[in-house]
């Protein structure tokens, strides 16, 4: 897959906050290697699926400062919040993509939709849709961060 820069993320974050991707791959943010972006939805059997592998992974992959951030996509925040404790996910940044606006510009046209972002800002791989071992794929997309 050939890499591309990202536009700036900017997403509803809690309590009406903003996340910017570019507060974390800018030159002064020199810990972090790479962000993984998840798109998912409340109604996705996948992604309920696979959202507590990404959360068993942020304290091990934090410590090497790779960021996991869940974006509900066409969601508003209380309905993905509502899922993602009845399936005990609270350990990612957790975002909303309520018009799909975000999801579009990454492509997103199926979920699950992982995202390897480059700490020089640029997409690195996606993976579109359900993986039978997806620990063991983000692990390896993940790694390449490392080198």
């Known amino acids: 897959m050939q890499s591309f820069k990202t536009d700036p993320l900017i997403c509803n974050y809690a309590n009406n906050n903003y996340f910017h991707l570019s507060d974390y791959l800018t030159p002064s943010k020199?810990?972090?290697k790479?962000?993984?972006?998840?798109?998912?939805?409340?109604?996705?059997k996948p992604?309920?699926?696979?959202?507590?592998?990404?959360?068993?992974?942020?304290?091990?992959?934090?410590?090497k400062g790779i960021?996991?951030?869940?974006?509900?996509y066409g969601e508003d925040f209380d309905k993905i919040k509502e899922m993602?404790?009845?399936i005990k996910v609270d350990k990612p940044i957790i975002l909303s993509d309520v018009y799909s606006r975000i999801g579009a510009k990454y492509g997103v046209n199926g979920?699950?939709?992982t995202v390897f972002i480059g700490s020089d800002g640029k997409?690195?791989?996606?993976?579109?849709?359900?993986?039978?071992n997806i620990e063991k794929v983000i692990r390896e997309k993940a790694g390449k961060f490392l080198k």
């Open 30 to 32: 020199k810990g972090v």
């Open 34 to 44: 790479g962000i993984i972006l998840n798109f998912f939805a409340s109604y996705c």
């Open 47 to 63: 992604c309920k699926n696979e959202l507590p592998v990404l959360n068993s992974l942020v304290d091990e992959f934090g410590k």
């Open 67 to 72: 960021k996991i951030v869940i974006i509900g």
């Open 84 to 86: 993602l404790n009845e």
């Open 111 to 113: 979920l699950p939709h």
């Open 123 to 132: 997409v690195k791989d996606i993976i579109r849709g359900e993986l039978p």
